[in-house]
Structure formats: structure tokens, C-alpha cells
């Protein structure tokens, strides 16, 4: 290293994180915050279809992670789509057959209103990181990205 490089360390060392001690609730949070008013109509935050979904995704990964309230409040969110794809009598379609059709409901219907693919992506969120599998490869990407932010 150069001395430059050196000092730009110990700069940025001394100065701290950016935003501060967030954490993974700290952006659940924020994942939250903005979810909402993207839903209740904010001038700052226009959400269609698919960014109400992603919200939602980011969000219900974010919460799992995060844990206590967080955890309880997105499973809880998370249980009702599940339990009528899985009861549907269909057979044994797996965590793996409720995240697809989960992922289906939130992106690919005409949705009038922005709060449906927001509680399908929270639910899909949830779901993604217990079916494993491909599914986990975007929570995974999250998560890494979330303790990025967390530790600028």
C-alpha cells in the first residue's frame, strides 16, 4: 500500500460508518417505511406493480433476518397466501411450488392496486429463504447487500 492509500484508510477508519450503527432492523425498517408510503401514495415513492413487489421481497427478507417483532409480524403475513396454496388439495406442493406461485401472484397479474404484490412479495420473501434452493441465492444477495449497507 501507499502512504496515500494508508491515510485514506485511516481516514475513512476514524470518520466511522456512514450511516451508523443501523443493522439489519435498522433497514428492515427503513425496507418498511418505504414500503408503506409507496403503497399509501407518496410524491417521493411511486410504486407500480413490480416495485411494490420488490419492496415487499427486500422487506420480508430483511424482516426474517431482523428477527423478534420483525420475524413474527412477516411469517404471520406470510402464513395466509401459504396455507391456501399448500391446502389447496393439490398434492404435496412444497416450499419450492409456494414460492413460484407466490412469485407468479406478485408479478404477473394486472393489479389495480399497489398493496396486493406488496403483501405477495413480503409473503414471498418470507417463503424464499425456507424453500432453499434457487430461492435462497436472492435472499442470500439481500442479506450480503444489507450488511454492505450496514457496514458503510
Given amino acids: 500500500m501507499t502512504s496515500t492509500q494508508i491515510i485514506a484508510t485511516d481516514v475513512v477508519l476514524a ?16 425496507s418498511g417505511l418505504l414500503l408503506f408510503l409507496g403503497v399509501r401514495g407518496s410524491d417521493r415513492m411511486k410504486l407500480d406493480r413490480d416495485k411494490a ?17 420483525w ?13 391456501v396454496i399448500q391446502g389447496s388439495g393439490l398434492g404435496n406442493i412444497g416450499l419450492g411450488g409456494v414460492a413460484l406461485a407466490l412469485t407468479i401472484l ?19 420473501g418470507v417463503i424464499y429463504g425456507q ?11 439481500v442479506l450480503k447487500l444489507a450488511h454492505i449497507v450496514g457496514a458503510l
Avoid at 420475524?71 to 396455507?83: A, L, N, Q, R, Y
Fill in 106 to 124: 406478485t408479478f404477473f397479474p394486472k393489479w389495480k392496486k399497489t398493496l396486493w404484490p406488496a403483501l405477495l412479495g413480503i409473503s414471498s
Fill in 131 to 141: 424453500a432453499g434452493g434457487i430461492w435462497a441465492i436472492g435472499v442470500g444477495l
Fill in 15 to 30: 470518520a466511522g460508518p456512514v450511516f451508523g450503527s443501523v443493522g439489519i432492523s435498522g433497514l428492515a425498517l427503513a
Fill in 53 to 69: 413487489g420488490g419492496w415487499g421481497i427486500a422487506f420480508g427478507t430483511l424482516a426474517v433476518a431482523a428477527g423478534e417483532l
Fill in 71 to 83: 420475524g413474527d409480524v412477516v411469517k404471520g403475513i406470510s402464513e395466509v397466501p401459504t396455507s
